[in-house]
């Protein structure tokens, strides 16, 4: 049903800038970004209503990234800046939120990309 596709991870030294974007098919009322490194669950960063653009943050990406959605184009965007080591993972958007749920708990949404590296170093 829903189709993501993510682009736009790349290495990085700390302090500098990356953009990802995920190009969503399909009606989707809200659009996420969530990371994941190994031995870890996957982490909401950010996510945003379609319907009225309003954007929601993890305390770990709140000042530094900004999540964005151009309804035309249905493209969510993940701007993030002033990349720290600790940002390194892998980043999944995703799709398919279910009404009342939390929108930063992976469980709460039922489509994904494939995912795009971000790697930040020292």
């Known amino acids: 049903q829903a189709r993501l596709v993510e682009s736009g991870g790349n290495s990085v030294q700390a302090g500098g800038s990356l953009r990802l974007s995920c190009a969503a098919s399909?009606?989707?009322?809200?659009l996420a970004w969530f990371r994941q490194t190994p031995g870890n669950e996957r982490e909401g960063v950010a996510a945003?209503?379609?319907?009225?653009?309003?954007?929601y943050y993890a305390d770990s990406a709140k000042g530094r990234f900004t999540i964005s959605h151009d309804n035309a184009k249905n493209i969510v965007t993940l701007q993030m800046n002033r990349l720290k080591p600790e940002d390194t993972a892998m980043y999944y958007c995703a799709a398919g939120f279910q009404s009342n749920g939390p929108l930063l708990n992976s469980r709460t949404w039922s489509y994904w990309g494939q995912g795009t590296q971000v790697t930040v170093s020292v």
């Open positions: 945003i209503s379609t319907a009225d653009g309003s954007p």
């Open positions: 399909g009606y989707n009322s809200f």
